[in-house]
């Protein structure tokens, strides 16, 4: 009996290290259960496609230090924006929500993203972020497919249809066919008080950037580009268009067939002169971007600028067209840019009355005094 004894403990040593091993486990799955439910109740279920060692990784991360997604960081009482830009990764846009005080952990915040599956489907656009959100309600946000603001941007010698027809698809309540109505017969009743006589707006739709809320109407989205282009001409500006002999409609006019004409913005003030010049004397401005504004869209070129010109072109009829008739276009021809209005204001003083494309192609141009040197600066 003495003899087996010492078998006998190791048996039972075995049995109690086999069942604390099975209470190990037991215990480390349902910690791990519980672990995971709670997770899955305060952050949602993980993506499907995620492996097991990814799942377990965020899931810890998440458990251990989630509660800085639950916390609203946002600093100020009002309304913020926040934009993603094509291209953008999830890295990225948590680092810059971070850094803008949006969130207080962007690892973990991207970590969240990839947890749940959404850093596949972020959009682009400006998304609104209001004080009360925490970071979960940020991401939320940042999967709605039709961002808050919307971005929009005018070019520079753009005519108003061409405007117009960048609104197309960018969810407004208004259509191209709405705006273009009121560019072309702008009312009295709500015009800003500079506007309240124009017959047009052409030429007034200041170019550049503007991110617009998707719920804007039509009135305020007119009356915004409107106050942009009202702040963007200074008084200087103004001051000088009246030391040039010129109203602001005609400076503006001038300003638009500038901005057509010119490839590089440094020759505008020479341009400008150009057609100063011949202005003041009554000689025929003979400008190419009026005929083509007077001939309209091409369909086969597929464009509303028209190049080149034929001689049929050159000959229709139109008030716009000044290889015809002198003096000034009815109206503008585009929406010039600061550039050149700048020009008009402040042109090149210059014995100038030609120009033409240099041959080499760089988009300058050789100027002139006369028409016989003018001829001269043709290309052989």
């Not at 066919?177 to 309240?196: C, G, H, R, S, V």
Request: include cysteine; glycine fraction near 6%.
């Amino acid at each position: 009996m003495v003899k087996n004894k010492p078998s006998s403990t190791l048996t039972i040593l075995v049995i109690f290290f086999f069942l604390f091993l099975c209470g190990s486990l037991v215990a480390v799955v349902f910690g791990t259960e519980m672990i995971l439910s709670e997770v899955e109740r305060v952050y949602g279920t993980s993506e499907t496609s995620l492996s097991s060692i990814q799942r377990i990784n965020y899931v810890i991360q998440l458990y251990l230090n989630g509660s800085d997604l639950l916390i609203d960081n946002i600093p100020k009482s009002e309304p913020q924006y926040f934009e993603i830009s094509t291209g953008e990764s999830v890295g990225q846009i948590a680092f810059r929500l971070q850094s803008d005080g949006y969130i207080s952990n962007a690892e973990l915040f991207k970590s969240y993203l990839i947890y749940r599956g959404y850093d596949r489907h972020i959009q682009v656009g400006v998304f609104r972020i209001d004080p009360e959100m925490n970071g979960l309600d940020i991401a939320e946000k940042l999967l709605d497919t039709t961002p808050d603001k919307v971005r929009f941007i005018i070019l520079a010698g753009w005519r108003a249809e061409e405007v117009a027809a960048a609104l197309e698809n960018l969810g407004f309540s208004f259509g191209s066919d709405d705006f273009l109505a009121i560019i072309k017969n702008p009312p009295t009743n709500w015009m800003p008080e500079e506007f309240l006589n124009a017959n047009t707006l052409e030429g007034y739709l200041m170019p550049g950037e503007y991110f617009v809320d998707r719920e804007i109407v039509l009135r305020e989205f007119i009356q915004m580009i409107l106050a942009r282009f009202t702040e963007s001409v200074s008084n200087e500006i103004r001051t000088a268009i009246t030391n040039q002999d010129l109203t602001f409609e005609e400076a503006i006019i001038l300003a638009s067939i500038v901005e057509r004409e010119a490839v590089v913005d440094e020759e505008m003030p020479m341009i400008a002169s150009v057609f100063l010049n011949r202005y003041t004397i009554g000689m025929k401005l003979d400008s190419d971007p009026t005929v083509q504004y007077a001939v309209g869209y091409n369909f086969s070129q597929v464009t509303w600028w028209t190049n080149p010109l034929s001689f049929a072109d050159l000959q229709n009829n139109s008030d716009f067209n000044t290889y015809i008739y002198a003096g000034l276009p009815p109206t503008a021809i585009c929406s010039p840019g600061l550039n050149a209005i700048q020009a008009v204001a402040f042109p090149a003083d210059t014995p100038y009355y030609y120009f033409r494309a240099k041959c080499n192609g760089s988009g300058l141009h050789e100027f002139a005094i006369n028409y016989e040197e003018h001829l001269q600066n043709g290309c052989p």
